[in-house]
């Protein structure tokens, strides 16, 4: 049986990708979150809910109740989404609003109705598939939304991610990438599926627009992309590692006297 998202989740002794972005933010956070287990997780944010029922919906339909509590209350307030979030609690589930899975569901239409992205994910190789590999010192994780294994593809892996986006447009695509560190996700699943498989590698997205008219875009991770990625994947890394060795969770403006000047559009 494969590994439950939860019991992924839940692995602390290796490190993912959303980790490593936690600790480029802020170390002590991620040595209070996944070392001593002192500070709980955030919770998810609606954007984030959206985007994991629309993972359920695309990749694992079947799994929808088991993971979520569906409340028909029209808000996040009140006796029924109470009652929901306590069932969610009590289960090991997720509350989540019946509008939201209605529109997980449209998305999911018309991520299906794309004929490059459906070609995607039907294709031979598992989907919600987590991995884990050694990256020097470090033990290292990733779940795959869905890997291509497929031999009328080629000689090589492919690595598909679902997004959902408010433009899935290639230009407002590229600085999400650049904002949110998707580069730097690209290049971490890469370098696990190559150890992994010990084939060449290729990224895509499946990005889906939130609302309609639900466009759907297929972006492939150029290789400048990656390397820019690796690279600062890399940096973390030492950083983390000395980090364990030294027992000092700090930002490099933390371990110095840093001078500062005004940004330059003040100046």
């Known amino acids: ?53 629309v993972h359920t919906c695309v990749l694992e339909p079947e799994r929808l109740e088991e993971d979520y509590v569906i409340c028909e209350a029209k808000t996040r307030a009140g006796k029924l989404w109470d009652a929901a979030a306590q069932d969610a ?3 090991g589930r997720t509350a989540v609003l019946e509008s939201v899975v209605h529109q997980s569901h449209r998305i999911a239409e018309a991520i299906h109705s794309c004929q490059r992205a459906q070609s995607m994910l039907a294709a031979d190789g598992p989907v919600e598939e ?6 020097g010192d470090v033990a290292c994780k990733l779940r795959a939304d869905k890997i291509i294994n497929d031999e009328r593809f080629g000689g090589w892996i492919g ?24 580069h730097r996700q690209a ?6 599926i190559e150890a992994t498989y010990e084939l060449p590698a290729v990224f ?18 150029s290789d400048a992309m990656l390397a820019s990625g690796r690279a600062q994947n890399t940096a973390l890394l030492e950083r983390l590692e000395m980090c364990f060795t ?17 940004p330059k559009w003040a100046q």
């Open 89 to 91: 609690a009590s289960s």
């Open 130 to 135: 987590s991995l884990r590999w050694q990256r």
């Open 246 to 262: 030294t027992g000092e969770w700090l930002l490099p403006e933390q371990a110095e006297l840093t001078e500062l000047n005004l």
């Open 187 to 192: 290049a971490w699943y890469i370098d696990g």
């Open 1 to 53: 049986m494969s590994e439950s998202n939860r019991d992924y989740h839940a692995d602390h002794g290796a490190v993912s990708h959303s980790m490593l972005e936690v600790f480029s933010r802020s170390p002590r956070l991620f040595q209070g979150r996944f070392v001593t287990q002192t500070i709980e997780p955030d919770p998810p944010t609606p954007e984030l809910l959206l985007g994991s029922v």
């Open 204 to 221: 895509y997205w499946i990005v889906i627009g939130k609302s309609e008219p639900f466009d759907v875009c297929v972006y492939k991770a």
């Open 159 to 182: 690595v598909v991610d679902l997004k959902t986006a408010a433009d899935p447009s290639k230009e407002a695509f590229e600085r999400a990438a650049a904002s949110y560190g998707y």
